[in-house]
């Protein structure tokens, strides 16, 4: 089984990783395109890096 790498940001929001691309490789992106393509809601930028992720929501709850 493969597993999928949780990216947590310092804002405490948590995503699953796509896919990683160099911001170098790519040349006037449309991001919409891509996240269509790589089925993915989100684009993070770090470090020269693009971050193709799916945010995962939290939730609230109370414990009974």
Do not use: A, W
């Amino acid at each position: 089984m493969k597993y999928k790498e949780i990216i947590y940001t310092k804002n405490d929001e948590v995503y699953e990783m796509k896919r990683v691309i160099t911001e170098g490789q790519l040349k006037n992106p449309d991001m919409k395109i891509l996240k269509q393509l790589f089925h993915c809601d989100t684009v993070l930028r770090s470090n020269g890096m693009l971050y193709f992720c799916n945010h995962i929501k939290s939730i609230n709850y109370e414990e009974i």
